[in-house]
């Protein structure tokens, strides 16, 4: 079932069952496929059409040199920043792509059974490179008394490796990063925080960090819509908050549905 807003986007709910009866048809909503699915599904949808302007503008700047090239038009000393330009669109494309296989890669894979700490230490081993060549020191404060996780534990690995790398680049040489875990027994939810002590997000800033291929780097930025898409499929979340102090803290929310029943 795929309910379309009067804004003209669509979400995806899940399957349904219809039955006619004297007075109608009747919509029974089943649960989804797997939690979250109607959010992952507006991830992918925003990456298509983030992916696909950012696409278009790089293939535009390409074609231009390249005609600027065949028709005789650029000078013997402008070949060098059109070749430049050519490499450089033809890189960001191919950056593109692959960030929307690793989207892609995000939809809720099988589920296996991994204690908490176990997954954030595998993500903070899978950074230790970056981080050292970089002069950043990467930590890991687990024993969190969460259940264990019911979920795509490579999924969850890759998401929370995402946003210490975005953490890592945004810290300078002798800073460090951590990940923490909190688990809240009430509500059933794990709460996995990210916290580096950069500049922080410019105000002006904040509204697009969260979409696909954003990024204040060359690069195209990917780190927060790989972590947002995990969540989403887990019927979870992923928030952004700068204190006061400075710095970023990125959370990434797993409910219920993401652990093992005791």
Same mark, same amino acid.
């Given at each position: 079932?795929v ?6 986007s669509?979400? !995806?709910?899940?399957f349904a ?25 507006e991830?992918?949808s ?5 992916a696909?302007h950012?696409l278009?503008n ?10 600027l090239v ?7 000393e402008d ?7 050519t ?6 494309m191919?950056?593109?792509?692959s960030?929307?296989?690793e ?8 589920s296996?059974?991994a204690?908490?700490d ?10 230790r490179?970056?981080a050292a060549?970089?002069?950043v020191?990467?930590?890991a404060r687990c ?9 795509d534990?490579t999924?969850l ?8 790398l ?14 923490s !875990? ?5 509500a ?8 580096d ?13 969260s ?7 060359q690069a195209p ?9 995990v969540?989403?499929?887990h ?7 700068c204190p ?8 990434l929310?797993?409910? !219920? ?6």
């Amino acid at each position: 079932v795929v309910v379309r807003r009067r804004d003209g986007s669509a979400a !995806a709910l899940g399957f349904a069952a219809f039955s006619r009866g004297p007075e109608g048809t009747t919509v029974q909503l089943s649960e989804p496929l797997c939690p979250g699915v109607g959010a992952y599904a507006e991830v992918v949808s925003a990456s298509l059409a983030e992916a696909a302007h950012g696409l278009r503008n790089a293939l535009a700047a390409a074609r231009t040199s390249v005609d600027l090239v065949q028709r005789g038009i650029a000078s013997p000393e402008d070949l060098p920043a059109l070749h430049r330009v050519t490499r450089n669109s033809l890189a960001r494309m191919d950056a593109m792509l692959s960030g929307l296989q690793e989207i892609a890669r995000a939809q809720r894979g099988p589920s296996a059974t991994a204690e908490v700490d176990a997954v954030m230490r595998d993500a903070v081993a899978r950074t230790r490179t970056h981080a050292a060549g970089r002069g950043v020191s990467v930590t890991a404060r687990c024993g969190a008394a969460a259940p264990p996780l019911r979920a795509d534990v490579t999924g969850l690995v890759s998401a929370l490796e995402a946003l210490l790398l975005n953490a890592i680049d945004a810290s300078a040489e002798g800073d460090e990063v951590s990940l923490s !875990a909190t688990w809240h027994p009430a509500a059933r939810e794990l709460h996995l925080v990210v916290t580096d002590h950069g500049e922080g997000i410019p105000p002006e800033r904040a509204p697009n960090v969260s979409r696909a291929f954003y990024s204040t780097r060359q690069a195209p930025g990917l780190g927060i819509s790989v972590a947002r898409s995990v969540a989403a499929a887990h019927g979870g979340e992923v928030s952004l908050c700068c204190p006061p102090e400075g710095g970023t803290v990125a959370t990434l929310r797993l409910s !219920a549905g993401a652990f093992a029943a005791r």
